[in-house]
């Protein structure tokens, strides 16, 4: 079946440091999503993306989605200690409704 | 109130209990979503329902059952609880055909004793 995988598993980071997440698909998405999950919260909802080669930003975040449709990162620019928490990439195929996440990459941000 | 209200918030069992988890939303979405949390593992799949008279398994649906009693109302139950199913579950909701991005509960955390 679909499996989506993220890496790294844990980062941490000095604040003001850059961080970047990579998320790969086993097979090819029709979209993928991310969610960002404060320590002891619930997953929220970032951005998604739809077109092969897509980039969005989002303020210091910076969004990619493959050109082949089966991976995309996340880049933190100059991280602040609000940026802390888990994120996920979640992923869909073509023709299906539900969402495969990734197993998330857990950011911790030193002061 | 919470868009997705998920009760109880924290709740321990014992082993062979029946337990019923409930999901409350008020954002007039069709599709509900139940998904467990397990360290490492990411969100899984439980089950999954586009309407009050459509429910799917997901991923990891054994061991489960779930209830579509409303639009709004979407309930989880573990027939007999055993200790690997503790973990923190989160119902989800979606609109339409598009997924604009889930919106979740706040969880609920499950302890198997």
């Known amino acids: 079946g679909q499996q989506v995988m993220q890496i790294p598993q844990y980062q941490h980071v000095q604040e003001g440091e850059d961080f970047t997440t990579y998320c790969n698909s086993s097979t090819t998405l029709s979209n993928i999503q991310w969610y960002k999950q404060r320590p002891g919260g619930h997953p929220v909802f970032l951005i998604q993306?739809?077109?092969?080669?897509e980039v969005k930003k989002q303020k210091r975040l910076t969004f990619q989605f493959g050109e082949a449709k089966k991976n995309s990162s996340l880049h933190i620019t100059a991280t602040q200690t609000t940026d802390v928490g888990t994120y996920f990439c979640a992923g869909a195929t073509s023709g299906t409704y539900k969402y495969i996440f990734g197993t998330g990459t857990r950011l911790k941000v030193l002061a | 109130d919470a868009d997705v209200t998920q009760t109880p918030r924290n709740r321990i069992t014992k082993t062979g209990k029946r337990i019923m988890l409930e999901c409350s939303q008020t954002k007039g979405h069709d599709r509900m979503y139940w998904y467990r949390q397990d360290p490492g593992l990411g969100l899984r799949l439980i089950y999954y329902s586009f309407d009050v008279k459509d429910i799917n398994k997901g991923e990891i649906s054994d061991g489960y059952s779930v209830s579509r009693q409303a639009q709004a109302k979407f309930s989880l139950s573990l027939e007999s609880a055993i200790p690997n199913q503790t973990a923190l579950y989160f119902c989800a909701t979606s609109e339409g055909t598009r997924n604009y991005g889930y919106t979740f509960g706040s969880g609920t955390r499950l302890t198997v004793v």
């Open positions: 993306l739809v077109k092969s080669g």
